[in-house]
Nanobody, 117 residues
Framework: QVQLMESGGGMVQPGGSLRLSCAAA?????????MAWYRQAPGKERELVAS???????NYADSVKGRFTISRDNAENMVSLQMNSLKPEDTAVYYC??????????WGQGTQVTVSS
């Protein structure tokens, strides 16, 4: 079992920035996991925002390309999502996910991001 804890959410005005962090327990070998950020807006399905493999290959949803950056720090057991130029449509609960061999998937409890003037 992998426990994940997201932090860094909050309310920001359009055009602003937030940095989300997801910390995993120090007892795991974080480097073997592929990591991702998902989000779920009210009334919508959960969607992939960004992912980073254990080899550090990254992938982004078209809606966030050029605005969001995913990164990982294996020494700190942490994955981050830098979000710039935020838009109201970025409002959602953001979830961190750890995957191993596409079979073992672990989720955090989520952190709320609200973009509003």
């Amino acid at each position: 079992q992998v426990q994940l804890m997201e932090s860094g959410g909050g309310m920001v005005q359009p055009g602003g920035s937030l940095r989300l962090s997801c910390a995993a327990a120090s007892t795991i070998d974080f480097s073997i996991y592929d990591m991702a950020w998902y989000r779920q807006a009210p009334g919508k399905e959960r969607e992939l925002v960004a992912s980073i493999t254990r080899g550090r290959s990254t992938n982004y949803a078209d809606s966030v390309k050029g605005r969001f950056t995913i990164s990982r720090d294996n020494a700190e057991n942490m994955v981050s999502l830098q979000m710039n130029s935020l838009k109201p449509e970025d409002t959602a609960v953001y979830y961190c996910k750890a995957s191993f061999q596409s079979r073992y998937n672990y989720w955090g409890q989520g952190t709320q991001v609200t973009v509003s003037s």
